[in-house]
C-alpha cells in the first residue's frame, strides 16, 4: 500500500509554545489529507479536511486559528499548534489519499505532550 | 444525525472465532471500512465493502448488508497479536468517514 510519513512521532512541548507537525505522501500524490485527535480510549476525531491549494475545512468546535493547516503541495501537509496547553495534548493522525482512490493511507501519529 | 455503534469491549479465546457487529446510520453510504488499531499506533486498514456479502482476505472477512446498515467483521484463529481496538468507518454522501468508537478486543490464552 501507499506510504503516509508523519513526523515527529513524539513531541514534548513548554505551554505557550507552538509546535509543527508534518505528514508527508512518499509514493503517492495527495489531493486531500486529514488530521485527527484522538484521546485516550477513544476514537479518532477528524479535526480538518485539507485540499492541495486551498484552506482547509475545520470540523465544528475545532478552532482554526489554533491548529493551523497548510496543504502547499500534494505531498505534505502541516498542522501547527500553536501556543499549546496542556489540555492540547493528545495522539495527532493525519491520513492522505486520492481523488481516485477510496481509502485513505494512514501516517503513524504524533504523540504530543504540553509540559 | 450521522452514528456508528459498535460494541466497545470483547474478549476471546486464542485460536476461537469472534465476530465483531458494527450497525451504522449515515447521510448516504460509500463503502464500509475496517481499521485495527493496537495501542498507541496509528490504524491500519482491514477491509473495505461497498456491495452486500462477504469478503474474504486471509484469517479475517467482513460482511455488509446495505438494507440493514449492518456490518461485521469475523476474525477467525485468532492469535495473541490481534488483541487490538477494531474501528468501523463509514464512507458518507461527502466522501468523509464517520468513525465509531472502536471495539477493544482482548485475547486470553
Known amino acids: 500500500g501507499a506510504v503516509v510519513s508523519q513526523h515527529p512521532s513524539r513531541v514534548i512541548c513548554k505551554s505557550g509554545t507552538s509546535v509543527k507537525i508534518e505528514c508527508r505522501s512518499l509514493?503517492?500524490?495527495?489531493?486531500?489529507m486529514f488530521w485527527y485527535r484522538q484521546f485516550p480510549k477513544q476514537s479518532l476525531m477528524l479535526m480538518a479536511t485539507?485540499?492541495?491549494?486551498?484552506?482547509?475545512?475545520?470540523e465544528q468546535g475545532v478552532e482554526k486559528d489554533k491548529f493551523l493547516i497548510n496543504h502547499a503541495s500534494l505531498t505534505l501537509s502541516t498542522l501547527t499548534v500553536t501556543s499549546a496547553h496542556p489540555e492540547d495534548s493528545s495522539f495527532y493522525i493525519c491520513?492522505?489519499?486520492?481523488?481516485?482512490?477510496?481509502?485513505?493511507?494512514f501516517g503513524q501519529g504524533t504523540r504530543l505532550t504540553v509540559v | 444525525g450521522q452514528n456508528i455503534d459498535q460494541p466497545t469491549e470483547m474478549t476471546a479465546t486464542e485460536g476461537a472465532i469472534v465476530q465483531i457487529n458494527c450497525t451504522y446510520q449515515?447521510?448516504?453510504?460509500?463503502?464500509l471500512f475496517w481499521y485495527q488499531q493496537h495501542a498507541g499506533e496509528a490504524p491500519t486498514f482491514l477491509s473495505y465493502?461497498?456491495l452486500d456479502g462477504l469478503e474474504e482476505k486471509g484469517r479475517f472477512s467482513s460482511f455488509l448488508s446495505r438494507s440493514k446498515g449492518y456490518s461485521y467483521l469475523l476474525l477467525k484463529e485468532l492469535q495473541m497479536k490481534d488483541s487490538a481496538s477494531y474501528l468501523c468507518?463509514?464512507?458518507?454522501?461527502?466522501?468523509?468517514?464517520?468513525w465509531g468508537a472502536g471495539t477493544k478486543l482482548i485475547i486470553k490464552p
Open positions: 491520513s492522505a489519499k486520492t481523488t481516485r482512490d477510496t481509502e485513505a493511507f
Open positions: 509514493d503517492f500524490q495527495a489531493t486531500t
Open positions: 485539507s485540499n492541495e491549494g486551498s484552506k482547509a475545512t475545520y
Open positions: 449515515t447521510s448516504g453510504f460509500n463503502g
Open positions: 465493502n461497498v
Open positions: 468507518a463509514v464512507m458518507d454522501s461527502n466522501y468523509q468517514l464517520i
